[in-house]
């Protein structure tokens, strides 16, 4: 009996592996996230798979809804090493919590009026004037400014204060359910010549950290996408802070250069390191052994 | 001041304008209610939906609902109406239409023939009062095929576009998502990737990139890079491989200027790719997507329901003969289409009035992880369109997309439904993939081992 038990299970097994049709081409995500060579059971995504998608759904989820630690925030950003460093300003959007957020982009886009009076008073204290406003918004993801605002910032703010011809910068503006746009009207309250936004990028599966850059030149309330650059996922694992601080000098100089910004500044910045990638060539073609 | 008037029981609901009964007839997204045109109760929406059964189709023609002399898109409709085509409808009303298409009066041939009579206005409303199997019924019935290097949109094939975006652009990266894609049988589409730097070098590079992948294995797809139409107008300049041109494109003007381009901005962009000559099958080079919500988005919907403005998108994109148009129904977000029954809804109604108004219409079914929505609604939506005759879905390693952050149908899905419903690639594509040995030639399945030509790439790679 016990005999015809174990010869059962071992054709049971034996089954099981001719219907799980695994994929040599797996090895590959050494170089990419993607889930690729996830094999298949049929056409049919193999179990493993199934569920480790699904958790993975349920943290991005998650994502959406953590706040901005703004204490924690302002306390990493002091760190900053720049002649020009001032301390940041607390504002927020209409968008008074996260569920109108969600529903309510318009709310998002425009600043709270007890904002606008912060910024108002701030101006009216000083007779400074600005090249540049840096604007941090939570956006989808609090999670991507906390960990890569600090960290780029580190890396530009200085350069910037100390290049050719020195950006006078102004103080860093931390908006709360905060999207794109909102950036625009605090450099114009702040009647800085350019503001440079970063936001949280809406989470992906394997990223729920992704931060976004987005430049306006001559900032006003109401001015739409077609008058802004992008650099989109900074982050440790996506677009370095070398390499995004590099195409961030790049665009500031020329939108500075031209005295505009948007579609008519394309982003002419050739790579310039041999990547990895340049020296494996395209696998699929490649006839290099 | 009503415009429209219907009295129900001891209660009188008025409408103002045909944009405002057209958006009060609109089943509930959030959206409508963002740009605040939406209905206001259930029953106000109901009775909308009655009044505008009411309304005869020739009031599409008069009562413009962005004025002629302010929007571009309002005149191309205007202007490129036929009149001989609308005849054999021109006596309905709304109602009277979604009966006449459901009928068996209105078969493949007569659709066709009236398409050009039919203004995206038109189909918006008669779109309104369908049911979602009215939806499917008709758009089953309308038949639409383009070509490049092979040949999109024939009964009983569902194509998929290659999607192997990646974060950084790293080429070994995209490429290992095209070896993944194509050894799923996906790609006959297109293999189209979103950069994720808008930036004319970058573009040319991975214009360069597919382009050698396609020639070296003999592929009959074509390839675009999803990049500003400008600047692939300029890698056209520079000698760049361009395959499809490609823009988002939006029903307003406005929605347009907020994009950067106008239609004089495609036209030159599609003489370019023509010039180039590059299709074999067929000289459809453009690839136009689109979403519900893009005029609000860019505040130029000029209060109007955002499906109707979506409509108004395929005037656009059918003016330039299009290989594809993809309708990018839940990357949006919640604000616009909250959850997946609204997705479904948005899906379905765009695939019709693209197919009504003579689209190559697919659908890149899809959800953020801000919105209320999980891979069941878009197993729902994948079985609802295919059943429908969607020309295209996308193809992703394992629905995630690691560039946009968000998922939309993978490699797999594909397979799925095309097992379920017996659908077929391009069948330029089908060919290749039995003659490459992707898919057994004997049983039509996916072979169990790699076919040799690709094994050899990928050991030279992992040094096997």
């Given at each position: 009996m016990k005999r015809t038990m174990n010869h059962m299970l071992a054709s049971v097994d034996q089954g099981a592996d001719e219907l799980l049709v695994s994929n040599p081409w797996r090895d590959l995500r050494r170089f990419t996230d993607a889930r690729i060579g996830l094999g298949r059971a049929g056409v049919s995504i193999p179990t493993q798979e199934l569920l480790a998608f699904q958790l993975a759904h349920a943290k991005a989820q998650d994502a959406v809804h953590t706040p901005l630690n703004i204490g924690q925030l302002i306390k990493d950003l002091s760190a900053i090493k720049s002649d020009c460093a001032q301390p940041p300003l607390s504002l927020r959007s209409r968008a008074e919590s996260r569920s109108v957020y969600l529903q309510r982009p318009d709310y998002g886009r425009l600043l709270h009026p007890d904002s606008e009076q912060v910024l108002l008073d701030y101006r009216n204290t000083t007779s400074q004037s600005y090249d540049l406003v840096v604007v941090l918004a939570d956006g989808l993801s609090a999670l991507a400014i906390q960990e890569n605002a600090t960290p780029f910032l580190q890396l530009l703010l200085p350069q910037l204060a100390r290049g050719p011809i020195p950006w006078r910068i102004g103080p860093v503006c931390i908006v709360e359910q905060g999207r794109v746009a909102v950036g625009d009207p605090v450099g114009e309250i702040l009647r800085a010549k350019c503001v440079m936004l970063l936001v949280g990028e809406r989470p992906g599966l394997s990223s729920p950290d992704s931060m976004g850059l987005y430049l306006t030149w001559s900032p006003k309330a109401g001015l739409t996408d077609a008058y802004r650059n992008c650099i989109s996922n900074i982050r440790e694992a996506g677009l370095s802070y070398e390499e995004a601080n590099r195409k961030a000098l790049y665009l500031l100089n020329e939108a500075r250069r031209q005295g505009l910004s948007g579609v008519q500044l394309k982003d002419r910045t050739e790579d310039l390191v041999l990547t990895s990638d340049e020296v494996r060539g395209n696998f699929l073609v490649s006839t290099k052994g | 001041m009503y415009r429209f008037r219907q009295v129900v029981g001891s209660n009188t609901y008025g409408f103002k304008s045909l944009g405002e009964l057209m958006a009060k007839a609109t089943p509930a997204r959030s959206g409508d209610y963002l740009a605040g045109v939406?209905?206001?109760?259930a029953e106000e929406r109901a009775i909308a939906q009655m009044t505008l059964a009411d309304v005869p189709l020739k009031m599409f023609l008069e009562d413009l609902l962005i004025p002629y002399e302010e929007d571009e898109i309002t005149r191309l409709i205007v202007d490129s109406h036929d009149l001989e085509a609308f005849q054999p409808i021109s006596h309905l009303t709304v109602g009277g239409f979604r009966e006449w298409l459901l009928s068996?009066?209105?078969?493949s041939e007569r659709l066709e023939q009236v398409r050009l009579g039919i203004t995206p206005e038109m189909a918006a409303a008669v779109s309104k009062i369908m049911r979602n199997q009215d939806l499917i019924l008709v758009s089953k019935k309308c038949q639409v095929s383009t070509g490049f290097r092979n040949t999109l949109g024939l009964p009983g094939r569902l194509s998929t576009r290659l999607q192997p975006n990646h974060p950084t652009d790293d080429l070994t990266g995209i490429a290992a998502s095209i070896l993944d894609g194509l050894m799923y049988g996906s790609g006959d589409a297109v293999i189209g990737i979103n950069p994720a730097t808008d930036n004319v070098a970058q573009a040319c590079r991975l214009m360069r990139m597919m382009d050698e992948v396609i020639q070296h294995y003999e592929i009959p797809t074509q390839s675009c890079v999803l990049t500003h139409v400008t600047n692939t107008i300029e890698a056209i300049e520079q000698g760049a491989p361009v395959d499809l041109v490609f823009q988002s494109i939006g029903g307003t003007q406005a929605t347009n200027d907020s994009f950067g381009f106008n239609l004089a901005t495609l036209a030159e962009a599609q003489a370019a790719a023509l010039s180039l000559q590059r299709g074999n099958v067929g000289n459809n080079v453009m690839y136009f997507e689109t979403g519900q919500g893009s005029a609000l988005s860019a505040n130029a919907?000029?209060?109007?329901d955002q499906q109707t403005c979506e409509a108004r998108a395929y005037a656009v994109a059918r003016c330039f003969s299009p290989l594809l148009v993809n309708?990018?129904?839940?990357?949006?977000?919640?604000?616009y289409l909250f959850d997946g029954k609204q997705i479904i809804r948005a899906g379905l109604e765009d695939h019709f009035c693209g197919k009504l108004l003579g689209l190559p219409m697919g659908c890149d079914i899809c959800y953020t992880n801000h919105a209320q929505a999980d891979q069941n609604d878009m197993d729902n939506l994948l079985t609802l369109l295919s059943v429908a005759g969607c020309t295209f879905v996308m193809g992703i390693p394992g629905s995630d997309d690691i560039m946009l952050n968000y998922q939309t149908t993978s490699f797999h899905d594909a397979l799925y439904i095309r097992q379920v419903l017996g659908l077929k690639p391009a069948p330029e594509y089908d060919a290749w993939l039995k003659r490459v040995d992707i898919?057994?030639?004997?049983?039509g399945r996916l072979s169990s081992q790699m076919p040799s030509a690709f094994r050899s790439s990928l050991g030279r790679l992992l040094g096997h």
């Open positions: - | 939406a209905a206001q109760s068996d009066y209105a078969t919907h000029f209060q109007l309708t990018v129904v839940g990357f949006i977000g919640p604000e898919v057994d030639a004997q049983t």
